[in-house]
């Protein structure tokens, strides 16, 4: 360890520790543009100036380590000094954009002007005009006038995605960001540098004039559902009259997961949440056609249909197929009612390819992964498959052509969409006297099926999921349930009560406790301790191939 004097006060941090590093670890603040942790140091920027004990000029602490004995002045008038003028010459061909930018109400450079800057500006002369909002890639705008040259994204795009679409072109005040020729912002990852971006040159086309900051009064820490790994995030909320209404989604900063970033699809691809296409109450099969019906005679017609079934041709002919886009504690549930109450011996949440071992790799060298289901290992540790003798999703589906299954359960998965190009699934489905589908949107599975419960989108989810590391994290509803959907684990326990079985009654957390409790993989894990960013599972772990 180092031991310096900053402003008076002893810090101790690592050797090799940057000063801004250094400073910034005990919770106060060196203004900086361009120095981001997750990129190689550049100190273009000039902005974190500090001041050294026996040095006679001002240092750039971003690229300055500390030294033991090492005194640090970060607030002296020489630095003072120092930044207002480097706020000045940024200042000086920037536009007065703050009312219309993007970027007003959490700009790093509106605040550094505001606690550090000049406070009117002594130019007179015509400023350089360049070119405004450009398109520069499927998701990104580019406003030349408002970048200050702090190449935090090309920076990201050299070293962290290695796409280098982004270079700086020209000299002295006419240099500028843009795109190599040919080229076109549209790596997997490009909407990280919105975040990046410490000014409004660079926003996003889906929520450009969208919001203000302080519109979005709620900001949600969630875990994204599109894939294997688990990316934490942040959904923005704006509470509207007619209820909330997510406008943008930002990483979380979680260095076990996705560190600082995550991928397009995950922070672009949420509109699907408010479609209007989504189902929005129970329907029921009469005539051909699916109608309208409450919850309760939709739970009840499962529940008769299902207990004549089980009464006149037993276990064997019912089947369950519970997508891994379920929280754990719902496939709990569907476990204990459907596996331990009912007997059940065919239960599978294996859809795709990728779901089995090893099918699950990396798309990148980053984050995106072949497995589309968030919670593939948490079936897999909770049991989700077929017992001795018991028919995987497959062999349910030939069972089923036979007229060996006489009732199929279908849990938040499309399986004409997902398998028709390997088996005649709508014909075996269209062969059984009862189709359960819960789903969100009337997909080829749920037009065939008897009854059709609507379901939740993971943004309107309480739970957890288990990522491809076996790592646990918690989901938090960022969205009121869409129309008149209610919770799976509600759904469950209501059919549960209409069958006359016992079953585990309460909230999320509740199922989770009795869950930790039953299950070896998850022992010793409370609600609390999955916390904000995680934790990894105890016991017997299981393992992602990769």
Known sequence: MVELIVDGRPVQVSAGTSILEAVLQTGREIPHFCYHPKLRVVGSCRMCQVEVQGIPKLVISCAT?????????????????????????????????????????????????????????????????????????????????????????VRFCQNVTGTSE?????????????????????????????????????????????ARPWD??????????????GCNITVDVRHKERGRQMLRIRPRVNNEVNGHWICDEGRFEF????????????????????????????????????????????????????????????????????????????????????????????EDHLLRRTDKYPNSVGMRALGLLPKT???????????????????????EEDL?????????????????????????FLTATVKLAHVVLPGLSFYEKEGTFTNVAGRVQRLQPALEPFGHAIPLVEILQRLACQLELPLMEGNTEAVWNELARSVSAYAGITYESVGEFGTPLYGDRPKAED
């Open 65 to 153: 380590p500390v030294a033991d004995g090492m005194e640090v002045f970060t607030a002296s008038e020489r630095v003072k000094k120092a930044r207002n003028a480097v706020l000045e010459f940024l200042l000086l061909n920037h536009p007065l954009d703050c009312p219309v930018c993007d970027k007003g109400g959490e700009c790093p450079l509106q605040n550094y002007t505001l606690r550090y800057g000049p406070g009117e500006s002594r130019f007179i002369e015509q400023k350089i005009h360049r070119i405004k909002h450009q398109p520069i890639g499927p998701f990104i705008i580019f406003d030349a006038e408002r970048c200050i040259l702090c190449t935090r994204c």
């Open 166 to 210: 982004l270079g700086v072109f020209g000299r002295g005040d006419r240099s500028e960001i843009g795109l190599f020729p040919g080229q076109s912002l549209d790596n997997s990852y490009s909407g990280n540098v919105i975040d990046l971006c410490p000014v409004g040159a660079l926003t996003s086309r889906d929520y450009r004039f969208a």
């Open 216 to 229: 979005l009064v709620t900001q949600v820490p969630s875990i994204c559902g599109l894939c294997s790994a």
């Open 271 to 362: 509109h699907f949440a408010g479609d209007p296409g989504r189902i929005e109450r129970p329907l029921v099969q009469r005539d051909g056609a699916l109608l309208p019906v409450n919850w309760n005679e939709a739970i009840g017609r499962i529940a008769d249909d299902l207990a004549r079934i089980l009464r006149e041709k037993g276990a064997e002919a019912v089947g369950v197929i519970a997508s891994a886009r379920l929280t754990n504690e719902e496939a709990f549930l569907i476990r204990q009612l459907f596996g331990g109450r009912l007997g059940i011996p065919h239960i599978d949440y294996r859809v795709r390819r990728s779901q089995e071992p090893g099918g699950d790799v990396s």
């Open 389 to 411: 003798q018991g028919m995987g999703t497959r062999e349910m589906l030939h069972a089923a052509t036979e007229g060996r299954l006489a009732a199929l359960l279908v849990f």
């Open 416 to 440: 004409v969409t997902a398998l028709s190009g390997e088996l005649a699934v709508a014909e075996s489905l269209k062969k059984l006297e009862l189709l359960v589908a819960h789903d969100l």
